[in-house]
T-cell receptor, first 113, second 114 residues
Framework: KNQVEQSPQSLIILEGKNCTLQ??????????LRWYKQDTGRGPVSLTI?????NTKSNGRYTATLDADTKQSSLHITASQLSDSASYIC????????????FGTGTRLKVLA | GAGVSQSPSNKVTEKGKDVELRCDPI?????LYWYRQSLGQGLEFLIY????????KSGLPSDRFSAERTGGSVSTLTIQRTQQEDSAVYLC????????????FGPGTRLTVL
């Protein structure tokens, strides 16, 4: 069983609509949680990072939330654009100062015109 | 350079052949990582280099896999006697060195073993 699970596996929405992606993790102890965007054929790019004491972090139209008690995070995308079509990966750092991130399998988002 | 670069972008090889994948990290980054991304799987840690320290090779899946980093900059991941299950995207990342700092990823090399 993955320590970082994401849902849905894939999602199709119309341009301009909002969507929310989910990440549940069992990693403990927990240091921080990142959301990455990975365009097709490219490497992942960091969108947000939250420590266990943070509840929300925004980056433009992307807003990430974190509930460290329930070990859940979400990424909300507002007013989606065609360029938002990508995979979104939830990544957990299990302890302060570690380089061994634990990666979710990602949610593949497709935004249609 | 402006970002992490990797070459080749695509590699098709026959089973049993050896392949070398190259990574150029961001200038000044002392830490370098290799990951494997198989279809439908999360990124799998392979190896970590930090400065002149001995690398953490704990993620290498078999002794057919090896990596080196010359002069603290460019890194090469070598896969010997490739197998079909080695087909994946191999991603390289670098960071400024302090543990836990953000990793910046290259575009990856897509390896296909026929």
């Amino acid at each position: 069983k993955n320590q970082v699970e994401q849902s849905p596996q894939s999602l199709i929405i119309l341009e301009g609509k909002n969507c929310t992606l989910q990440c549940n993790y069992t990693v403990s102890p927990f240091s921080n949680l990142r959301w990455y965007k990975q365009d097709t054929g490219r490497g992942p790019v960091s969108l947000t990072i939250m420590t266990f004491s943070e509840n929300t972090k925004s980056n433009g139209r992307y807003t990430a939330t974190l509930d460290a008690d329930t070990k859940q995070s979400s990424l909300h995308i507002t007013a989606s654009q065609l360029s938002d079509s990508a995979s979104y990966i939830c990544v957990v750092s299990p302890a302060s100062g570690t380089y061994k991130y634990i990666f979710g399998t990602g949610t593949r988002l497709k935004v249609l015109a | 350079g402006a970002g992490v670069s990797q070459s080749p972008s695509n590699k098709v090889t026959e089973k049993g052949k050896d392949v070398e994948l190259r990574c150029d990290p961001i200038s000044g980054h002392t830490a370098l990582y290799w990951y494997r991304q198989s279809l439908g799987q999360g990124l799998e840690f392979l190896i970590y280099f930090q400065g002149n320290s001995a690398p953490d090779k704990s993620g290498l899946p078999s002794d057919r896999f090896s990596a080196e980093r010359t002069g603290g900059s460019v890194s090469t991941l070598t896969i010997q006697r490739t197998q079909q299950e080695d087909s994946a995207v191999y991603l390289c990342a670098s960071s400024s060195g302090a543990r836990g700092t953000e990793q910046f990823f290259g575009p990856g090399t897509r390896l296909t073993v026929l």
